[in-house]
């Protein structure tokens, strides 16, 4: 009974998960114009054949059309990520989960390697990377240099940090640097009392 | 040059560049306005120092409305509600944000199409804070919230996204798998 | 009131309060973002972004630190991240901004010539020396301040004024001297 209730839960999930996607799409469509739509279908259409993430794509068309940006630079943004998003699977691993590709996209975009970033993947060993990955990108979009941000989180990542002690960390450097601290110095202090020792 | 002299060179220019700016006046002006419009500081709440905002689940829900009764508003990130029977990948994630000033606020979101008029948000807790529910697929997501009707805000709650393709960051939430930890 | 006054209100929650020691440290604010940004527009936006920023985290500011000093550490992180994120539309408005304040402003003409010259040698210096000689000599703090508001020791601080007194030296003496 229970082997029958799995297969009923899954096909609800793949179901809906269609649904929504095919939502999405019919989304896109009415929001864009033709040729921003044929140019943003031809990178999706890549994406899903080499089995990357396809929503943010899409995603990042509609916030497009909803900001009213104009066509080429929806597509110019789309095609961007979509170089992302092969970066950091490349940097991550063919066994990396679709929001760990994404949050390592992120991570790339924000200026970090893609050898520090599989620093961070060996480091982490088998823990799921995806709350460090966001945690990195976010660190960096407040002012830690993106080569001290990496730093501190393979140095979490290696005194096998979890996800609470990640987002910790990101709480205390960011009132840190409100404060008045540096926020190299903020992270590397606070990544301190993750490890519990000099990083 | 002797060395008085060339710190008086360099204080002169210093006492040239503080010289008031013919068009301060009007910006100042903005700038308390915008201050008078800022949603109100919260206090600092126990929910900060309990369990990190991504990972918590009903408790935070039930400490936040036990709070309503206090007449205090508070801010806090989006808030997941603990994964019911069954392995469903979707959970029920609560945003909320502060903004007394604000005539309407939506969520926008990579869910919901990024548009403004599919998620409003609902006047809570002595009318000074919004909130809503939305089922999320587990994973991240990014959003933001649209403060009457055109200014798009991130979550002050929340990590910023690293992308700025049209200019402006956006929020992350991780919605978790199951009842994993880490 | 004094500035310690009204920061224990604003901590307390009093918006008037901050909202008075916003005006009384626009100025100095808008001239540290002005002469970091080189752009009046973007430096209105990035000093309005820092008293939003400090406002929101003002009931954490501890009692017995001094507000300018974290307040012009907020700053000079906005301007620093807006310096380096902003696509930089165009490279520098120096003198087309010299030319707008002259028309707009009714005061000498001498005045605004002065300190319009004595700007564009100023925004000719490279980011970290116009950060430290407009911390020291526009805004008059002493290396410890300086050094807690942008990180740096204060050995560097005191090498970077010095680099930009040697840069300025020559064209500050022209401007003053003819």
């Known amino acids: 009974m229970k082997g029958l209730r799995t297969v009923v839960l899954s096909s609800l999930i793949i179901a809906f998960a269609s649904l929504a996607a095919g939502a999405q799409e019919a989304r896109l469509r009415r929001s864009l114009d033709a040729e921003t739509l044929a140019n943003v279908t031809k990178l999706t259409d890549s994406a899903r054949a080499e089995s990357l993430p396809v929503d943010p794509l899409i995603g990042v068309a509609l916030e497009g059309a909803q900001r009213h940006a104009p066509g080429g630079r929806i597509v110019g943004a789309v095609r961007d990520y979509l170089k992302a998003l092969r970066g950091s699977r490349s940097a991550l691993g063919n066994d990396a989960a679709p929001s760990e590709i994404v949050s390592g996209a992120g991570a790339l975009l924000s200026g970090v390697s893609p050898d520090a970033l599989r620093r961070i993947r060996d480091a982490a060993t088998r823990r799921p990377l995806t709350v460090s990955l966001v945690v990195l990108a976010d660190l960096i979009a407040r002012g830690v240099p993106k080569d001290t941000a990496a730093r501190a989180i393979e140095t979490a990542a290696r005194a096998n940090a979890r996800d609470d002690d990640y987002s910790a960390l990101r709480r205390y450097v960011e009132q840190d640097i409100l404060a008045g601290a540096s926020p190299a110095a903020a992270a590397m202090l606070r990544v301190r009392s993750i490890t519990g020792g000099p990083p | 040059m002797s060395d008085v002299d060339d710190e008086e060179l360099f204080e002169r220019a210093g006492a040239a560049l503080r010289s008031p700016s013919a068009n301060d006046a009007a910006a100042r002006e903005a700038l308390v306005h915008a201050i008078r419009d800022e949603p109100r ?39 997941v509600a603990k994964a019911g029977s069954g392995d469903s990948a979707e959970r029920r994630v609560e945003f909320v944000f502060v903004a007394p000033a604000a005539r309407n606020v939506s969520l926008v979101g990579d869910f919901n199409g990024w548009d403004a008029t599919a998620t409003p948000m609902r006047r809570t807790d002595g009318r000074t804070t919004w909130s809503v529910a939305v089922p999320l697929a587990a994973g991240r997501h990014v959003y933001a919230f649209v403060v009457d009707g055109n200014d798009w805000v991130t979550d002050p709650q929340a990590p910023l996204s690293p992308e700025q393709w049209f200019g402006q960051r956006n929020s992350v939430v991780v919605v978790p798998v199951g009842d994993r930890g880490s | ?70 307040l012009f550490t907020i700053l000079v992180n906005q301007c620093r991240t807006a310096a380096t994120s902003r696509k930089r539309r165009h490279l520098r408005f120096s003198d087309d901004e010299a030319a707008i304040a002259r028309a707009a402003d009714e005061r000498p003409i001498a005045v605004v010539e002065e300190k319009s010259a004595v700007s564009i040698a100023v925004d000719s210096l490279e980011p970290l020396l116009r950060e430290a000689f407009v911390l020291k000599y526009v805004e008059g703090l002493d290396y410890a301040e300086m050094a807690t508001i942008t990180g740096a020791g204060i050995s560097a601080l005191k090498m970077r004024v010095k680099r930009a007194c040697d840069a300025l030296r020559p064209k500050l003496e022209a401007i003053y001297h003819e």
């Open chain 3, 1 to 70: 009131m004094t500035d310690e006054a009204l920061v224990a209100r604003a901590v307390e929650g009093d918006v008037d309060a901050y909202a008075a020691l916003a005006e009384q440290y626009y100025s100095s604010c808008a001239r540290i973002a002005r002469r970091m940004l080189r752009n009046d527009a973007d430096a209105e936006d990035v000093v309005q972004e820092t008293f939003l920023r400090a406002f929101r985290a003002i009931g954490r500011f501890e009692r017995g630190r001094e507000f300018r000093v974290w």
């Open chain 2, 41 to 79: 500081r919260s206090p600092v709440t126990t929910s900060r120092k309990a369990s990190p905002w991504w990972m918590a689940f009903a408790a935070a829900a039930v400490a936040f409305v036990a709070g309503l009764g206090t007449g205090r508003s508070m801010s806090r990130p989006p808030s």
